[in-house]
Nanobody
């Protein structure tokens, strides 16, 4: 059984930075692509970023490109999302997830099998 626990969320001012962490237990994630998604109130869950199992490839949503950086530490079985220049529209619950399919499909919600419980990020202008 895989368990994912996100941390690092909080309330900040627009323009500030936060770093989210997602630590997995129960299984090594080193062979799996990992992704970050977010869901704002009244909206559907949307893709934010993904990182390949080896860490050499990444995808980003256009809305966060240049501001967010995804990375992973295999020794710690942890994936990170460094968020800079936060905007009010980044306010959402952020989820990490483990992909079960091809890297080509890593931007799609349906490609992910295991999900964390989410962490709230609020950026106030």
């Amino acid at each position: 059984q895989v368990q994912l626990v996100e941390s690092g969320g909080g309330s900040v001012q627009a323009g500030d930075s936060l770093r989210l962490s997602c630590t997995a237990s129960g299984r090594s994630m080193n062979s799996f692509h990992m992704g970050w998604f977010r869901q704002a109130p009244g909206k559907e869950r949307e893709f934010v970023a993904a990182i390949s199992f080896g860490g050499s490839n990444t995808y980003y949503a256009d809305s966060v490109k240049g501001r967010f950086t995804v990375s992973r530490d295999s020794d710690k079985n942890t994936v990170y999302l460094q968020m800079s220049s936060l905007k009010s529209e980044d306010t959402a619950v952020y989820y990490c997830a483990v992909a079960s399919g091809s890297w080509l499909l890593a931007r799609q919600l349906k490609s992910y099998e295991y999900w964390g419980q989410g962490t709230q990020v609020t950026a106030s202008s």
